[in-house]
Nanobody, 122 residues
Framework: QVQLVESGGGLVQAGGSLRLSCAAS??????????MGWHRQAPGKQRELVAR???????TYVDSVKGRFTISRDNIKNTMYLQMNSLKPEDTAVYYC??????????????WGQGTQVTISS
């Protein structure tokens, strides 16, 4: 199994910063990570893609976070990050880590983390 675990969520005031981490670990299998991304879902809203990053480092952002959020990854540590600056109350949501996973046997999976709560007070 491959598990994605998010960390770094919390409560901050508007204008503050937060860094989310997503660490991937395998219990028995050998795997590699393809495209990874951060999604978020606020109460009463649909889940949306916030940012994504390819295995080669190409990034994409939703318009509402451009210039404020930065996605990155460390392929040696199998960890992805989301640096969030100039946070706004509308950024309040549960943030989920997502990743495309390939095993050494050639199988491909898409996996989700459990989510981490980000709350921005006004």
């Amino acid at each position: 199994q491959v598990q994605l675990v998010e960390s770094g969520g919390g409560l901050v005031q508007a204008g503050g910063s937060l860094r989310l981490s997503c660490a991937a670990s395998g219990s028995r299998s050998i795997f590699s990570l393809g495209t990874m991304g951060w999604h978020r879902q606020a109460p009463g809203k649909q889940r949306e893609l916030v940012a994504r990053i390819s295995s080669g480092g190409t990034t994409t952002y939703v318009d509402s976070v451009k210039g404020r959020f930065t996605i990155s990854r460390d392929n040696i540590k199998n960890t992805m990050y989301l640096q969030m600056n100039s946070l706004k109350p509308e950024d309040t949501a549960v943030y989920y880590c997502n990743a495309d996973i390939a095993t050494r046997l050639g199988a491909h999976f898409n996996s989700w983390g459990q989510g981490t709560q980000v709350t921005i007070s006004s």
